[in-house]
């Protein structure tokens, strides 16, 4: 289990899908920013899925600010999770965000760190768990600290790819893991949640009605993370951040003005 530390969970709520892109969008360049200023360097790792690809889109776009407010060149792109399929594939993340994202930025290749979904499974967490120890040069028992994490979230209440009641929920001794997800039938490569918490920053994004009730458990229901996967993420920084459409946030206070919504969990 995360650190029992107190969290506070500041969630934005943003009229629509698109909305919540473009605010998604605005923390990913002003994150990248502040980490190439304060360290030479950003290195963020993203989520797969349908949700942050709209947000890409937006980071790519030339007539749009944050495509020239983002520091590319410094910029280190990695994978939250991956799904076990070449980097070619329908399902594929990476291919997601070489599409909507990488194709369209000069982002440097040898920056792109994608996870190998066409190896075997163990094989590709392996390797991208030396991949980590190399680009962030660690200690053997050193965690990696991205500058950002950017999470997704299931409607059954899974991040990344820690889906509930698979393996992966209890692995805190690696840094990447094949997990097998039963409800799928199929492999899939993640991060670990301790990881995740790790991060100077993590934030949830998330949109559409079919989230709300999930979103509610999970933020604001009884701790039970084997059966809510994202409850395990609890940020060392004490602070995490959701980036949500009005309907996807419809069961949490409602939020005045232009601050955003405030939850504190212990
Ligand atoms: C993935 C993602 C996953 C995603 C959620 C939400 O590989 O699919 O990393 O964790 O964030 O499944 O997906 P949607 O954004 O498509 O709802």
Redesign the pocket.
């Known amino acids: 289990m995360p650190t029992e530390k107190k969290l506070r969970i500041e969630y934005w709520i943003e009229d629509d899908a698109a909305g919540a892109a473009n605010r998604a969008a605005q923390i990913i360049a002003d994150t990248a920013r502040a980490a190439v200023e304060e360290r030479g360097r950003a290195r963020i790792a993203v989520?797969?899925?349908?949700?942050?690809e709209a947000a890409f889109r937006l980071l790519a776009k030339l007539e749009l600010p944050w495509r020239r407010q983002t520091p590319w060149e410094q910029l280190e792109l990695f994978w939250?999770?991956?799904?076990c399929v070449p980097p070619d594939h329908a399902e594929s993340?990476y291919r997601m965000t070489r599409d909507a994202l990488l194709d369209r930025v000069p982002i440097a290749i040898e920056n792109v760190h994608r996870m190998e979904g066409e190896l075997k499974p163990e094989l590709a967490a392996a390797r991208y768990e030396q991949l980590l120890r190399r680009e962030f040069e660690l200690q053997p028992d050193e965690l990696p600290r991205f500058d950002l994490v950017a999470?997704?979230?299931?409607?059954d209440g899974?991040?990344?790819?820690l889906f509930p009641g698979t393996a992966a929920l209890a692995e805190t001794g690696r840094l990447a893991v094949a997990n097998h997800i039963a409800q799928k039938d199929a492999w899939?490569l993640t991060l670990a949640w301790p990881v995740l918490n790790r991060a100077r920053q993590v934030f949830f994004?998330?949109?559409?009605a079919a989230?709300a009730e999930i979103i509610r458990e999970v933020f604001l229901g009884e701790r039970a993370p084997e059966r809510l996967p994202s409850q395990l993420i609890w940020p060392e920084s004490g602070l995490l951040t959701l980036v949500l459409d009005r309907a996807a946030a419809a069961q949490l206070p409602a939020v005045a003005g232009a601050e955003p919504g405030v939850l504190e969990r212990e």
């Open positions: 989520s797969g899925g349908s949700t942050p939250v999770d991956e799904r993340n999470l997704g979230m299931g409607e899974h991040t990344a790819s899939r994004l998330i949109a559409g989230k």
